[in-house]
């Protein structure tokens, strides 16, 4: 397999385990705090694989294309004096999205639906997710910048261009002419040590 096809699998894999681990992170406080949770998926489409623990089933899906965690009874049933109907006399489609996520609970489970949970329990479950994408973000970076760094100016040569351009065209060129190669380390100029790359322009520039 090439560079190209290992970098594409790299990202692939990287995204879907993303999605699992923010879709975890509403998962758990889920859990934690009594809501109902029947399904979590990572992909969509059919399923590859389910196992059901806990009363929550967890299933890889054939498409790597996001993730969901279905918590039940989302909506409340909203203030009484909520317009519920349009003139034609159906239900709005707030009224539709309430009517579908009372049904969707169980009977004599009212009390574990997600709109029954206090503020605070609701608004920890829908941050935890974002929240885990944050501190991935703040692993990968560190990691990026202990494990590979910034770039930095160098006084080792990593090439040396045999010719540039210049208004009068393409001329040799100088560093190439002196005898410079890849790989030399520049320690001094006309004679004087050079300790870092600023030093080696002021040195040149004079």
């Known amino acids: ?4 096809l290992w970098g594409i699998g790299a990202i692939l894999v990287g995204l879907v385990l993303s999605v699992a681990l923010h879709e975890l992170g509403h998962l758990l406080p889920a859990k934690r705090f009594g809501a109902l949770v029947p399904e979590f998926a990572v992909g ?5 694989w389910k196992r059901e623990r ?14 969901y965690v279905r918590i039940l009874g989302m909506f409340g049933p909203g203030s009484p004096t909520r317009k519920r109907t349009r003139r034609d006399g159906r239900p709005t489609l707030a009224e539709e999205a309430r009517i579908a996520s009372r049904e969707e609970v169980p009977l004599g489970c009212e009390h574990r639906a997600f709109h029954r949970l206090s503020w605070w329990r609701k608004a920890i479950v829908m941050v935890c997710g974002p929240l885990v994408n944050l501190v991935l973000a703040l692993v990968f970076l560190m990691g990026a910048m202990i494990g590979i760094g910034s770039p930095a100016p160098s006084l080792t040569l990593e090439s040396v261009s ?4 210049s208004s009068l065209g393409e001329l040799p060129g100088p560093a190439h002419e002196a005898g410079l190669q890849a790989g030399d380390t520049i320690v001094a100029v006309d004679g004087r040590a050079v300790e870092d790359w600023r030093r080696f322009q002021e040195l040149v520039a004079a």
Do not use: H
């Open 162 to 165: 045999p010719s540039v351009s």
């Open 1 to 4: 397999m090439s560079g190209s």
């Open 54 to 67: 806990a009363s929550t089933v967890y299933a890889i899906r054939a498409l790597p294309l996001g993730g």
């Open 44 to 48: 969509f489409g059919p399923a590859l």
